[in-house]
């Protein structure tokens, strides 16, 4: 495994004016939050007070040799892999386990995180002879993509096999597993959700694992739909569903009471220590706890985790960490670089992040070098992660919330729910005694959070999933569908709508000949559209590229010393009035450098992403190429591009509103450009614009724009849109201008005609 260094110039660095910026915005949100809370005394755990601290507590372990870089690299015999699976107390009632699955169709296995459940039913299942029979495997699903593949291989490194063949994983994009050999299968509920549309017997399954069903992932809840029409026909599958605590007797009822089995787990007390006032920002009030906790006790004590709510916090807070300490390192031991200080390591851990860096989080430090892992709820408990003892815990995380009124979705930090927090303060208490600190206050988690989140399936745009289930014709009706807890009608026919608007759906509701394609691609409906009207239009060489651009984070990087170079080097790819093409260009450029990761030094590009790029580039073409659809390319004819675009994204348009700003079409809310956007460049912006994703902080930002000829929102909008036109002497005429008009180009018609969106009668 490879575990590199800290780069100062890879991913891990956040440029500090971004980071800064970052802070402010999560203020705005912090306060828009906290008003719904507690408006009365804002307590303030400023740095001043931590570096106070160091006065009265010495620091430990300066003197403590540097682990080697290859301590995460030390593989356990075979004999010390034994005695590890049987101290884990799944390990104590393996018979009755298995005897309750022999007798069971379905069984709801209850356990600690750490208990041994992910790792270990597979095999005690795949031990107990169930994938004997010809072409029979279990497969396990996770909500989330790590999960998967960090399970899949410490699985595959306890059954001393390879990863890829008797054990393998598969996530979106990337396929481990032989469909030969590959007996025990990791993967995301996405993917066993997409493999029900090939085969919806799930023919070559023996048993299912649902795991971590309790996190009500959507995927998750519509395969457990899935799976109450399918047992009555499939009498030989086994299904387990595993669950922490909360939730299980609802799986249990589900189907038809199965029966319910608690692995008993040992568990250290943890003590909750409240904060006596609400924090003003959780990443300093965490940045001061981590810090005062490292210097208090020894590294020998324990590692801290800190749970916040997403990628952009957890850089900035990895950033603000390594400031604060460095400050206190240099002032007590005139130590210059964060790399110099010998005994702690910062670790972030979140899905976006490559996969060689989340490993990290698992290496073993034996006590001389303190982790200060800095994780996503991934590790509330989808990743057990050994030596806790500090939990901080910031109180929030970012949900999907869909407001089906507007049609939007948007990630939006909210506070955790009851089950959360506990949940979140039990890693603390895994290896012995542990202390969990909650930034925020008793009253806040008595009075303000919600029992249990509130499932995705309940907050979260459908028309992905309705897409799935309507190709899958699981039942004549959608509403019929064996929900464990349904969606509300109004999200569930805004969903449809959308479905409808994009040409997936006939009027009546039915599947069309486009949607029925658009299922068979593992994208969102709105990207499988572009794709195919690209085909249609002959530009798929250049649509499958941007839609696999589209699919990975961050091309660009910004290294914090080198931003004005960075900047420079990104505006060099800029196609004016496209985000996308940008997109295009910089793919482009790099199949013309060879794929060379220099030439992506060199560019500011980040190569990783580029690869995986390249890897779904790959496999959409291979779907593409079964289907006997042509791949053609229209050489530098953008318009063409621009217009295939704007076939799946007329819904979510914007037109100018002053000079720098625009209006959203369909909602009529004021958005901005992202700061990131190509078209910052331009000195008049262009009238109107379709957009990739809708950012919601302290602004509504559009990211990934590219303009649009009105006549194509026409084309595409027909159903949302109505076009006024505006002659000279101010009259309006709202009849005959669509027909043949489409090739007209935005700057030709700018000041003729004004797009609206039509009164809704529904
Ligand atoms: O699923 P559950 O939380 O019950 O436990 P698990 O994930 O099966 O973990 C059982 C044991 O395997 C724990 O002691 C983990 O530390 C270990 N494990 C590991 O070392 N590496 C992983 N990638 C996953 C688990
Ligand atoms: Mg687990």
Redesign the pocket.
């Known amino acids: 495994m490879v575990n590199p260094f800290r780069n100062p110039d890879s991913e891990f660095s956040v440029n500090a004016k971004q980071g800064s910026k970052l802070v402010a915005l999560r203020r705005i949100n912090m306060e828009h939050i906290q008003q719904s809370r507690d408006n009365t005394n804002v307590s303030n755990t400023a740095m001043g007070e931590v570096l106070g601290l160091e006065n009265n507590h010495s620091i430990k372990g300066k003197n403590h040799q540097i682990l080697s870089n290859d301590a995460g690299m030390y593989a356990p015999s075979k004999e010390e892999i034994k005695c590890t699976k049987e101290s884990?107390p799944v390990f104590r009632c393996r018979s009755q386990l298995l005897s309750l699955i022999r007798e069971n169709q379905v069984v709801v296995i209850i356990?600690e995180?750490?208990?041994?459940?992910?790792?270990?039913l597979a095999q005690y299942l795949y031990e107990e002879g169930y994938t004997n029979s010809e072409g029979k495997s279990i497969v396990v699903t996770q909500p989330r993509r790590v999960a998967a593949m960090?399970?899949a291989?410490?699985v595959a490194l306890e059954m001393d096999v390879k990863l890829g063949r008797e054990v393998g994983y598969s996530i979106r994009f990337e396929d481990m597993t032989d469909s030969e050999y590959t007996k025990l299968k990791f993967v995301t509920d996405g993917i066993l959700l997409r493999e029900t549309l090939l085969d919806d017997t799930l023919d070559k399954y023996s048993c299912v694992i649902i795991d971590e069903a309790h996190e009500r992932s959507l995927n998750t809840d519509i395969l457990l739909g899935f799976f109450k029409i399918l047992l009555a026909r499939r009498r030989d599958l086994k299904l387990i569903i595993t669950s922490a605590t909360m939730n299980a007797k609802k799986f249990s009822a589900f189907f038809g009471n199965a029966p319910q089995f608690t692995i008993p787990g040992r568990t250290f007390p943890v003590q909750t220590i409240y904060t006596a006032n609400p924090v003003q920002d959780y990443v300093e009030a965490a940045v001061s706890q981590a810090i005062k906790i490292h210097l208090a006790n020894d590294c020998s004590s324990g590692d801290i985790l800190i749970f916040m709510t997403g990628q952009e916090d957890i850089e900035t807070t990895s950033d603000i960490l390594q400031e604060k300490l460095l400050q206190v390192y240099s002032k007590k031991f005139g130590t210059e670089k964060f790399e110099d200080i010998s005994d702690v390591e910062i670790l972030p851990i979140y899905s976006a992040l490559p996969a060689d860096l989340q490993f990290k989080i698992?290496r073993d430090l034996c006590g001389t070098k303190r982790k200060i892992i800095i994780a996503t709820n991934i590790a509330e408990?989808s990743l057990?992660i050994?030596g806790i003892r500090y939990v901080i815990d910031c109180g929030y995380s970012k949900l999907k919330v869909y407001n089906p009124k507007i049609g939007l979705d948007s990630l939006t930090i909210t506070p955790i729910s009851k089950a959360n927090a506990d949940q979140r303060s039990g890693r603390a208490g895994r290896t012995g005694p542990g202390t969990a600190y909650r930034l925020y206050t008793e009253d806040t988690f008595k009075e303000d959070m919600y029992l249990q989140t509130i499932p995705e399936i309940q907050r979260t745009n459908l028309s992905n999933t309705l897409l799935l289930l309507k190709s899958l014709n699981v039942t004549d009706e959608l509403i019929k569908f064996p929900f464990i807890d349904k969606p509300p009608l109004q999200t569930f026919l805004s969903s449809l709508y959308e479905l409808w608007f994009i040409g997936a759906l006939d009027i009546k509701g039915q599947l069309t000949p486009l949607g029925l394609q658009m299922a068979k691609f593992p994208l969102q409906p709105s990207l499988s559209k572009i794709l195919l009207i690209a085909v249609q239009n002959g530009c798929s060489s250049e649509m499958l590229t941007i839609v696999s651009m589209l699919s990975v984070p961050q091309v660009f990087y910004r290294p914090k010393e080198r931003q004005k170079e960075a900047d420079i080097a990104r505006n060099k790819f800029f196609i004016a009035k496209s985000d996308h093409l940008t997109l295009l260009n910089v793919f482009v450029q790099w199949r013309a450098n060879k794929f060379s990761s220099q030439w992506c030094n060199k560019h500011f590009v980040q190569y990783k992403s580029l690869v995986k790029a390249r890897d779904i580039r790959d496999q959409l073409l291979t779907i593409l190429k079964s289907q006997d659809i042509p791949v053609t390319s229209s050489g530098k004819d953008w318009n063409i591009i621009k217009k295939c675009i704007c076939s799946g994204f007329a819904h979510q348009a914007a037109k100018i509103s002053g000079l720098r700003n625009y209006i959203h079409l369909k909602t009529g809310v004021n958005v901005k450009l992202h700061p990131t956007s190509a078209l910052h460049g331009l000195g008049d912006l262009p009238p109107y614009v379709i957009y990739h994703e809708l950012l919601m902080t302290s602004n509504e930002y559009i990211c990934c724009v590219t303009s649009v000829d009105p006549f194509w929102l026409m084309e595409y909008g027909v159903l949302l849109y109505d076009i006024k036109r505006i002659t000279h002497d101010q009259e309006s005429d709202t009849t005959g201008l669509f027909g043949e008009r489409h090739e007209h180009v935005i700057d030709e018609v700018e000041d003729e005609i004004d797009i609206n969106i039509r009164v809704c009668k529904d």
């Open positions: 884990l356990g995180t750490g208990s041994g459940k992910t790792t270990q960090s399970v291989k410490r698992f408990t057990t050994k």
